[in-house]
C-alpha cells in the first residue's frame, strides 16, 4: 500500500467522522489498526476500490455503531485471545509484500506482540467506548493475520 493509494481513504474516512461527530472514536480505531498493522502486516483485498469502501466503512462504522462497549472481563479475555493470535500468525506477509529477510520477521513479530500487549493494556484502563473501539482494531488485525488456507512463507522459499 502506497502513501498516495492511503491519503484519499483517510481523508475521506476524517470527513465522514467529523459529518458524524465521531472525529475522536475514528481517529482511535484507525490508529489502533493502522500502527498494529503496519508491525503485523496481513491480508490484502485485490481491489484499491474495494479496499477503499470497506476501509472507510469499517473505519466510520465500527465507532458509530458500538454502543456502550463490552464489559471489562471479556474485553480483557478477548485481547488476551487476540494477543495469542498475533503472536502466532504476525507477521503475515503476501505474494505482493513478501518478508524476505529473517531479521526483519522476528523484529516485526516483536513489535507487532509489543503494540498488541500496549493496546491490550490501553483497552483496559480505557472507558467501555474507547476500551471496545480498540479492542475491535485488535480483532481486525488479528483477523485478518489468520490464514484461510496453507499460507506460502516467503522468507523460507526466497532464502
Known amino acids: 500500500m502506497t502513501l498516495p493509494n492511503v491519503i484519499p481513504k483517510l481523508i475521506i474516512t476524517i470527513i465522514l467522522a467529523l459529518l458524524l ?17 503496519g508491525f503485523a502486516y496481513g491480508r490484502h ?5 474495494l479496499c477503499t469502501i470497506l476501509t472507510i466503512f469499517v473505519f466510520v462504522g465500527v465507532p458509530y455503531v458500538i454502543g456502550t462497549g463490552i464489559s471489562e472481563v471479556y474485553r480483557l479475555l478477548l485481547s488476551l485471545i487476540f494477543v495469542i493470535i498475533i503472536s502466532i500468525f504476525a507477521p503475515a506477509d503476501t505474494v505482493k509484500n513478501p518478508i524476505t529477510s529473517k531479521s526483519l520477521r522476528k523484529k516485526l513479530k516483536r513489535r507487532a506482540i509489543g503494540l498488541s500487549l500496549i493496546l491490550s493494556l490501553l483497552q483496559i484502563v480505557s472507558n467501555n467506548y474507547f476500551g471496545t473501539i480498540i479492542l475491535i482494531a ?21 532464502v
Do not use: C, T
Not at 461527530?21 to 498493522?37: A, K, N, Q
Not at 483485498?45 to 476500490?49: N, Q, R, T
Open 138 to 158: 485488535m480483532a481486525l488485525a488479528a483477523l485478518l493475520l489468520m490464514p484461510y488456507e496453507r499460507r506460502e512463507n516467503y522468507e523460507r522459499k526466497n
Open 21 to 37: 461527530h465521531e472525529l475522536v472514536p475514528v481517529l482511535i480505531f484507525m490508529g489502533s489498526f493502522l500502527v498494529l498493522r
Open 45 to 49: 483485498l485485490k481491489s484499491d476500490l
